[in-house]
T-cell receptor
Framework: GQQVMQIPQYQHVQEGEDFTTYCNSS?????IQWYKQRPGGHPVFLIQ?????EVKKQKRLTFQFGEAKKNSSLHITATQTTDVGTYFC?????????FGTGTSLTVIP | EAQVTQNPRYLITVTGKKLTVTCSQN?????MSWYRQDPGLGLRQIYYSMNVEVTDKGDVPEGYKVSRKEKRNFPLILESPSPNQTSLYFCATTSGRTYNEQFFGPGTRLTVL
């Protein structure tokens, strides 16, 4: 079946350092979405990318969608303690939705 | 306020005792789905529904049932729960097809002893 892997699974950074999580799908995705889940919370939508090679920015967050539409990345510049949580990529294939395995980010003050 | 509600939020039960987790949304969305979240596996789709009376299996449907009699409600039924169904469950909804942002409920933490 379809798989969406993310690396790393865990990342600890010092506050102010940068962070990147990578997402790889076994099949082409029509779009890629990113979600953030705070500890004890539910996933919350961050952004959607649709076009091959697309890059979008939200303040310190930069999202990329690969040319083949099978991979994506999320980069956070100068992390803050408010960035703590698990980041998931996700995308649809047909009518089903597939989530990545997630990257848990810890920010050390 | 746009909301997805789930009940109960926490449940401890025993093997074989039927249970239902309710999900309701007030956004008039067609698409609803159930996910389970397990460490290291991310969220996996259990069942989804494109509209009233239309439901389909996701990646991990074994041991679960759903129904969609009304647009706003999408209950998840475990007829004979087993310990391997101990997990964190989320209901989610999106407008139209699967291409849009999904809104998640607060989650139900289920423990099956």
């Amino acid at each position: 079946g379809q798989q969406v892997m993310q690396i790393p699974q865990y990342q600890h950074v010092q506050e102010g350092e940068d962070f990147t999580t990578y997402c790889n799908s076994s099949t082409t995705l029509s779009n890629i979405q990113w979600y953030k889940q705070r500890p004890g919370g539910h996933p919350v939508f961050l952004i959607q990318l649709v076009k091959s090679g697309e890059v979008k920015k939200q303040k310190r967050l930069t999202f990329q969608f690969g040319e083949a539409k099978k991979n994506s990345s999320l980069h956070i510049t100068a992390t803050q303690t408010t960035d703590v949580g698990t980041y998931f990529c996700a995308g649809p294939t047909g009518n089903q939705f597939y989530f990545g395995t997630g990257t848990s980010l810890t920010v050390i003050p | 306020e746009a909301q997805v509600t789930q009940n109960p939020r926490y449940l401890i039960t025993v093997t074989g005792k039927k249970l239902t987790v309710t999900c309701s949304q007030n956004m008039n969305h067609e698409y609803m789905s159930w996910y389970r979240q397990d460490p290291g596996l991310g969220l996996r789709q259990i069942y989804y529904s494109m509209n009233v009376e239309v439901t389909d299996k996701g990646d991990v449907p074994e041991g679960y049932k759903v129904s969609r009699k009304e647009k706003r409600n999408f209950p998840l039924i475990l007829e004979s729960p087993s310990p391997n169904q101990t997990s964190l469950y989320f209901c989610a909804t999106t407008s139209g097809r699967t291409y849009n942002e999904q809104f998640f409920g607060p989650g139900t933490r289920l423990t099956v002893l």
